[in-house]
C-alpha cells in the first residue's frame, strides 16, 4: 500500500468530490459503449484498440437490480481471466467490486460468449505474482496505484459450469 503526503500547515483536506479521478468523457463514454456491445451481442465493443473488454454484470448490492458495464480484462500467464478494481486511481473502490464483495456470483459477456462466474479478490500471492506482469502490459495501473490510498484489487473470474 502506499502512503500520501499530509497536506501542507493549513491546507484543507480535499473533499470527496475533489479528489474523483473519474475522466468526465468516461460518464459519457462508458454508456455507449455498454449499449453498443450488449446490442450487437459483442461483435462491437470487445476490441478498443490494442484493449480488450468484457460486460461484468453484477448484483447490486443495495438494490439488488443487475448492474452491468464494460471493463479491460486481461488473462494472466496461466490464462486465468481477470479485472482491475482501480477506479481511476481512485481512494474508493469501484462500486461494482463493492458489489461483487456482496455477491460474488456475476454474469460475463467476453466478445459474443456469455457465461456465469465466481469473481474473488486475488489473494495476496496471487496480486504479488500478477501485479507486475499486469504493470508491464498496462503501465497506467502502477500510476492508479500511486494515486490511491489503498492497495487496487485484482479481481479473478472463473467460470461456473454450465447448469445442466
Avoid: C, K
Amino acid at each position: 500500500m502506499t502512503s500520501r503526503m499530509p497536506p501542507p500547515p493549513g491546507a484543507q483536506e480535499p473533499d470527496a468530490a475533489s479528489r474523483n479521478r473519474t475522466p468526465g468523457w468516461a460518464q459519457l463514454f462508458l454508456p455507449i459503449h455498454r449499449w453498443l456491445y450488449q446490442h450487437t451481442g459483442g461483435v462491437l465493443g470487445h476490441r478498443l484498440g490494442s484493449q480488450r473488454t468484457l460486460l461484468l454484470t453484477t448484483t447490486g448490492r443495495r438494490s439488488g437490480q443487475p448492474r452491468t458495464l464494460p471493463l479491460q480484462y486481461f488473462r494472466s500467464p496461466e490464462g486465468h481471466l481477470f479485472v482491475v478494481a482501480s477506479n481511476w486511481g481512485n481512494d474508493r473502490p469501484p462500486a461494482w467490486y463493492l458489489n461483487l464483495l456482496a455477491a460474488p456470483r456475476v454474469q460475463v459477456q467476453l466478445g459474443r460468449q456469455r457465461f456465469a462466474a465466481l469473481a474473488t479478490s486475488a489473494s495476496r500471492e496471487e496480486r504479488a505474482r500478477l501485479w507486475p506482469w499486469l504493470v508491464a502490459r498496462a503501465p497506467v495501473f502502477a500510476r492508479y496505484q500511486q494515486l490511491a490510498a489503498r492497495e487496487i484489487p485484482l479481481v479473478l473470474l472463473r467460470p461456473l459450469p454450465a447448469p445442466s
